[in-house]
């Protein structure tokens, strides 16, 4: 069975319609062939160091899945990947790798080394050239025309020619193919569809044997989750902020989040012509802006493992959660600061000069040659706790952790998890500061306003009974996004009967679905604002209530009785 995943991109505005960008930008229509014009403000957020004293060695092999790729292209034609093994053209498998010809990638959906885009097919295709383009640009901007010296593109294309719908369909077997042909990063810039654990997992399980670095798009779906594949433990998930560094409204936020990067108007190269160029939009373009850091820092220091590397992004990241409040701990460590992160993978000792106390995730650095024996965390935001622990053990030291004032730790004794309430913490280490580091992380763990009255999908089995947003006599929450199946017995309908109806009138719905999706011809009703609902009787015996709000302004919220009944289909008046 294909599976299939969401792009991550929201906007990508082709060279075809410039026109229409500049009126939208109220500028003149840009030239896509000036490759110095206005979308590399993204590129100047991540502070990439410019870098002249690595010595070339093994190119690192950064692996695209994606849709397709003009492998032509200016900003990518360079950095191809070629295959040592594989004879071009010559109708072998000579590598005995079971695909034949795959100099420069494999296209999985159409099972053939063409991985470009078909003509005609660009407006649809357009997605892998962006990507691969914005990855080797930040990679550009430290190794300057060296860049080709280091590193080799991968593409593999997971969408067939003639697919008509914007979705990723072979995204899983393009990542084992990756991991088989030498890949040091992947990335993968969508999202989205069912994750088969016993079919996919050993693909990540290989990840980790190898020392894989994989990134993937959180998601752009407006939610608080992430998505297959950043969903994935072993995966480094990427959300979405803009210029102000503000989370832009579509991208996803969860405390799975590792980095945010910059999702708005990002250039990119574009399919149409090998010197077209657009604009991409969500986390699709952040997510390949990590994978260009990764990049560099994998370059400079090839041994770093995938867990090194990104906690050298993550310890130096720029926070985000004071201008993101509503989000605190749902946005990772930051925004990447490569400079930083640089100058970090560099030093053995000194680590803790990159200690920032409103940095919601990170480590602590204790030794000598940060002279420190007390730190504050003051993260920004509603949080419920810090949730501290030891990387590594340290048998020898009986020196204490204490976290303010009140609690107390022996590190040679230090447990698996040390939780200290709220968001404001005072760390003291007694005794000597240690030679070699003593590596402490932390995590804050956030309030979640969104699941405070209700969350998830509650399973209605009674012949009746009574269903509210939980809020009671307060207002319900911010960014609710509940659900109620109902399911009477066979035969019998559900019938709907609101009490009270008080929601911010255009802004937060309550949806009533016949059977068990919210399917967009499944629709009975969708209420809204302070007018009483009319009863409604569902056509079949199964009904979902959907309670979805915005993120701010809310009202005192809703009840409704439902019943199984043998009543006719339809809506009804309190008078019949």
């Known amino acids: 069975m294909t599976t299939f995943f969401n792009y991550c991109a929201i906007v990508i505005l082709t060279a075809t319609n410039n026109y229409a960008m500049a009126q939208l930008l109220n500028k003149a229509a840009p030239d896509y062939t000036n490759d110095t014009l206005a979308g590399n403000h993204a590129y100047q957020l991540l502070h990439i160091p410019a870098i002249s004293n690595i010595k070339p060695g093994r190119k690192i092999v950064i692996a695209v899945i994606d849709d397709g790729f003009r492998l032509s292209h200016k900003a990518l034609a360079a950095y191809i990947y070629s295959n040592p093994e594989e004879i071009p053209n010559n109708n072998i498998d000579d590598d005995r790798n079971g695909y034949i010809d795959d100099v420069s990638g494999w296209d999985m959906s159409d099972n053939d080394n063409n991985l470009t885009v078909p003509e005609g097919k660009e407006a649809d295709l357009y997605h892998g ?239 000598k040659t940060s002279g420190k024996n007390n730190w504050q965390l003051n993260l920004a935001g509603g949080f419920k706790q810090i949730e501290f622990a030891l990387r590594g053990s340290y048998p020898k030291l009986k020196n204490k952790l204490v976290f303010n004032s009140s609690q107390t730790y022996a590190v040679n004794a230090f447990p698996l998890q040390a939780v200290v309430k709220g968001g404001q913490v005072d760390m003291e280490w007694q005794g000597n500061l240690p030679d070699k580091s003593v590596v402490l992380s932390y995590t804050g763990i956030a309030l979640d306003s969104a699941t405070l009255y209700c969350s998830g999908t509650q399973a209605l089995t009674a012949d009746s009974g009574e269903i509210t947003d939980g809020s009671g006599t307060a207002n ?101």
């Open 129 to 367: 050239t962006g990507i691969a383009g914005i990855i080797i640009k930040v990679i550009e901007k430290a190794y300057g025309n060296k860049t080709a010296d280091y590193v080799r593109l991968l593409p593999v294309k997971v969408m067939a020619d003639k697919s008509t719908r914007s979705y990723i369909e072979n995204g899983y077997e393009g990542i084992d193919y990756a991991l088989n042909n030498g890949a040091d990063i992947i990335c993968c810039a969508w999202s989205g569809g069912q994750f088969d654990r016993e079919k996919h997992q050993s693909v990540f399980t290989r990840a980790q044997q190898k020392g894989v670095t994989i990134i993937g798009s959180a998601g752009n779906f407006y939610a608080q989750q992430v998505d297959p594949p950043a969903s994935i433990s072993s995966v480094y998930a990427i959300g979405a902020v803009d210029s102000n560094l503000v989370k832009i409204k579509s991208s996803n936020y969860n405390r799975k989040i590792d980095l945010v990067a910059f999702g708005d108007m990002v250039r990119a190269p574009h399919p149409l012509a090998d010197n077209s160029y657009t604009f991409a939009q969500g986390t699709s373009s952040a997510t390949a802006l990590v994978s260009g850091c990764a990049g560099v820092l994998k370059i400079a220091k090839p041994q770093l493992s995938p867990f090194n590397l990104m906690s050298a992004l993550k310890n130096t990241a720029t926070p985000v959660d004071s201008l993101n409040r509503k989000y605190a701990g749902k946005l990772g460590a930051g925004l990447p600061d490569v400079t930083a992160a640089y100058v970090y993978i560099q030093a053995e000792t000194g680590r803790g000069r990159f200690f920032n106390p409103q940095r919601t995730v990170g480590d602590i650095y204790i030794d």
């Open 476 to 576: 319900y929450s911010n960014d609710c996004d509940c659900k109620w199946q109902i399911t009477v017995p066979k035969g019998k309908r559900v019938k709907l009967d609101f009490t009270q109806m008080d929601t911010q009138p255009n802004m937060d719905f309550v949806w009533v679905f016949t059977g068990t999706g919210t399917l967009q011809e499944n629709i009975l009703a969708k209420f809204s604002g302070q007018k009483h609902p009319p009863v409604i009787v569902s056509p079949f015996n199964q009904v979902l209530v959907w309670f979805v709000t915005d993120k701010q302004n809310t009202a005192g919220g809703w009840r409704l009785k439902y019943t199984a009944t043998d009543e006719d289909a339809g809506v009804k008046t309190k008078a019949e």
